[in-house]
């Protein structure tokens, strides 16, 4: 089993500041937070409620009472902004409380995803017959692009590639380096890279086994893509077929191209030339249908996407994960907040400065 971790937070430590910093009010800090409990912010409400009472209470006494009042403007001076000190505090502190409630929380989260995997074979046709036209720019060069494609969707399987054209070789065993089958794929695989004079289905299933047959993955598949039949090498692809079945390996085939006269490059006059193509598909059924696999034909380059998307889907490694979640809290910085306004408002309310504030 192979791990991949991915790390959706930093767990680098960060240099807080202290708690009497005003830093805990800006903006920046309190959108950092995650609220474990954020319906008592709902007590914020509160506040307004209570200094309307206040005034509602203060101003029902008054008129009670007969306290005598006078019309004009009264000047401006430091007792009247001190005079609404006691009370400031007091909503300060029940801010900083109601915050702490709601708990504020700061967490760094660990992810590590696994799959069990699936070792992928694809065996690619490299003969002549892959550069007709019918696929733009041709058979050959269509295919390596949805290979790539399908290539870069996976997570974690071993991916191996083996071509094939008068004979069949490995260009790469299983791997996940995935970096390495793009430049293989991009750069490696193409026409006449060897002898093309025939099509050896058979030799290269076998190469395509020998690399499979002690893998211990769950799931081994091989995808074979050819425009041709089978007309060389000394192994029947039937006979590889049943010997890959031996061995737990499935097999998808795709014919790849039209049958018929199909566009091939252009003659002296600038005239587009066609030659007559023909697949074997009968065979490559049967390869499919021995390996319990499923056999596709791909008449066009998008139809050879979906094929290769609809294998994907078939063949999707169940992804697992685990979570690690490391949680701080920061309710203490605005109780010590909350305890530091109480303060206050307890000298203002209850020491001789109060008195100093009523006359």
């Not at 660990?110 to 070792?119: F, K, L, N, S």
């Not at 970096?179 to 026409?191: E, H, M, P, S, Y």
């Not at 499935?250 to 005239?271: A, H, Q, T």
């Amino acid at each position: 089993m192979e791990e991949k971790s991915d790390g959706l937070i930093d767990n680098a430590d960060v240099l807080m500041p202290e708690w009497y910093e005003l830093s805990w009010f800006s903006k920046t800090t309190l959108n950092g937070f995650e609220f474990e409990n954020p319906h008592y912010f709902w007590l914020l409400l509160a506040i307004p409620v209570l200094i309307a009472l206040r005034w509602l209470v203060v101003q029902l006494y008054r008129s009670r009472l007969g306290v005598a009042t006078f019309k004009g403007n009264v000047g401006w001076s430091w007792s009247v902004l001190l005079k609404v000190l006691p009370d400031t505090f007091l909503c300060l502190f029940w801010a900083m409380l109601v915050i702490a409630l709601a708990r504020p929380q700061r967490s760094d989260e660990q992810v590590e995803r696994w799959t069990e995997g699936i070792d992928i074979l694809l065996i690619l046709d490299t003969s002549g017959s892959m550069e007709l036209q019918d696929f733009k720019p041709n058979r050959l060069e269509s295919a390596k692009k949805v290979a790539t494609k399908f290539i870069d969707g996976r997570l974690q399987d071993r991916i191996g590639l083996v071509v094939f054209a008068e004979d069949a070789y490995s260009l790469s065993p299983l791997t996940t380096d995935y970096d390495l089958l793009f430049g293989l794929i991009k750069n490696n695989i193409k026409l006449k890279m060897m002898a093309d004079a025939g099509t050896a289905i058979g030799s290269a299933l076998a190469v395509g086994i020998n690399h499979m047959k002690d893998s211990e993955a769950k799931t081994k598949i091989m995808i074979l893509l050819s425009d041709g039949e089978n007309n060389a090498g000394n192994i029947d692809p039937k006979t590889a077929a049943q010997l890959a079945y031996g061995y737990g390996i499935k097999i998808y085939s795709i014919g790849i191209g039209k049958d018929g006269k199909v566009p091939y490059g252009k003659n002296f006059l600038g005239m587009t030339n066609y030659v007559e193509s023909n697949l074997d598909e009968t065979s490559l059924r049967e390869i499919a249908d021995i390996g319990k696999g499923e056999f596709f034909r791909a008449s066009n380059s998008k139809a050879l996407e979906k094929i290769f998307e609809k294998i994907d889907e078939y063949e999707k490694s169940e992804i697992k994960e685990n979570r690690y979640k490391n949680t701080q809290d920061y309710y203490q910085i605005y109780l010590y907040w909350a305890l530091t306004f109480f303060t206050l408002w307890l000298l203002l309310k209850g020491t001789f400065i109060s008195n100093a504030l009523e006359d």
